[in-house]
């Protein structure tokens, strides 16, 4: 079945780097985009950015330039999220998400989801 | 950025009531809309594509409607595992931004 599996939670201090992984399967890779969607403790979900998987190409919004990075590894179908110079604020679940697009029409939504991994920043 | 605004922020019902909330867009998206369902500690989960088409293997008490700015997600018969958070998302704009949530509690 198609499932995104994403690496396990993480503890970091502040000023250190993370990188999150996030494992497709049951289906091909590149056919579809990865989205990354961070929820902060009780908060909602908040969009980060994008990157196509055919090309390597990232999008990100705009609260996510600078400290973090979208890659890829395509011989092993898994999408990257780095964040460096973490900060007590990046203490939240990051979440993957594949892009379901509808050529025709635009039309776009995420399905399935990576079951989060939980990134603490704390001293 | 389209902002999302959901409404209520949160509710209470009981077994068996009909449910909806309201999702209404800044600017037209036509039916760029999505919604997502959220349980505790779990990721978000995927019940309705382009504002009205309900997702594979989602019960149909569940139902999308509305174009444009105004949108709609109704449970027409509220179940216990239905206690949840409800998001939408438009997809119109490349930036996919999503509503603040509704959480629906038992009442």
């Known amino acids: 079945q198609v499932q995104l599996v994403q690496s396990g939670s993480e503890l970091k201090k502040p000023g250190a780097s993370v990188r999150v992984s996030c494992k497709a399967s049951?289906?091909?890779?590149?056919?579809?985009?990865i989205n990354w969607v961070r929820q902060a403790p009780g908060q909602g979900l908040e969009w980060m950015g994008w990157?196509?998987?055919?090309?390597?190409?990232?999008t990100y919004a705009q609260d996510f330039t600078g400290r973090f990075v979208f890659s890829l590894d395509t011989s092993v179908s898994t999408a990257y999220l780095q964040i460096s110079s973490l900060k007590a604020e990046d203490t939240a679940v990051y979440y993957c998400?594949?892009?379901?697009?509808?050529?025709?029409?635009?039309?776009?939504?995420?399905?399935?989801w990576g079951q989060g991994t939980l990134v603490t920043v704390s001293s | 950025d389209i902002q999302m605004t959901q409404s209520p922020s949160s509710l209470s019902a009981s077994v068996g009531d009909r449910v909806t909330i309201t999702c209404r867009a800044s600017?037209?998206?036509?039916?760029?809309l999505n919604w997502y369902q959220q349980k505790p500690g779990k990721a978000p989960k995927l019940l309705i594509y382009?504002?009205?088409s309900l997702q594979s293997g989602v019960p149909s008490r569940f139902s999308g409607s509305g174009s444009g700015t105004d949108f709609t997600l109704t449970i027409s018969s509220l179940q216990p595992e239905d206690f949840a958070t409800y998001y939408c998302q438009q997809s119109y704009r490349t930036s996919r931004t999503f509503g603040q949530g509704t959480k629906v509690e038992i009442e």
């Open positions: 990157i196509a998987t055919n090309t390597g190409n990232p």
């Open positions: 049951g289906y091909t890779f590149t056919n579809y985009a």
């Open positions: 998400a594949r892009a379901v697009v509808v050529t025709i029409s635009g039309q776009n939504w995420f399905d399935p």
């Open positions: 600017q037209s998206i036509s039916t760029y």
């Open positions: 382009t504002a009205s």
